[in-house]
């Protein structure tokens, strides 16, 4: 679970991909949460990296491809005016968020599935969407 905490940085680090390659910040903690997903994972790729670059969320090839121009898939414009990564939904705009294994709708009144998820900033009412239709682009998810 996440949670709060002070932890050692770097503002200005060059980071580097294959090719690819990107001023971002570094933040260093014990990531023991990520470590229990898998013993392999080095670190996390915040979007303070990948929005610098076209990317494509490979899910059945489980990978990122970074530089994605050409690629086969859907084309969804991102909006990062807010510092958080947004799509646009028939539901509205949505923020991407790689960790997350459903839909959340924030603000969203009860609707028989109301729920209090724990932020940062403490806790927030939402409803974990489990039954909708969310179309982005011309695909459509259930």
């Known amino acids: 679970m996440a949670g709060v905490g002070t932890v050692s940085g770097s503002d200005d680090v060059r980071l580097r991909i294959g090719t690819k390659?990107?001023?971002?910040?570094?933040?260093?903690?014990?990531?023991?949460?990520?470590?229990?997903?898998?013993?392999?994972?080095?670190?996390?790729?915040?979007?303070?990296?990948?929005?610098?670059?076209?990317?494509?969320?490979?899910?059945?090839?489980?990978?990122?491809?970074?530089?994605a121009q050409g690629q086969e898939g859907l084309r969804a414009e991102m909006d990062i005016s807010t510092r958080l990564p947004t799509v646009f939904t028939s539901l509205g705009r949505l923020v991407i968020d790689s960790g997350a294994d459903r839909l959340a709708l924030f603000n969203a009144g009860n609707g028989g599935g109301g729920?209090?998820?724990?932020?940062?900033?403490?806790?927030?009412?939402?409803r974990l969407?489990?039954?909708?239709?969310?179309?982005?682009?011309y695909l459509v998810f259930r």
């Open 21 to 67: 390659a990107a001023a971002t910040e570094l933040l260093f903690t014990n990531m023991e949460t990520v470590r229990e997903l898998s013993k392999d994972i080095r670190g996390v790729l915040g979007q303070t990296f990948l929005s610098r670059f076209d990317y494509l969320l490979d899910l059945r090839g489980r990978r990122v491809v970074l530089g």
């Open 115 to 126: 729920n209090n998820l724990r932020r940062s900033n403490g806790l927030v009412s939402a």
């Open 129 to 137: 969407a489990n039954d909708l239709r969310l179309l982005i682009g």
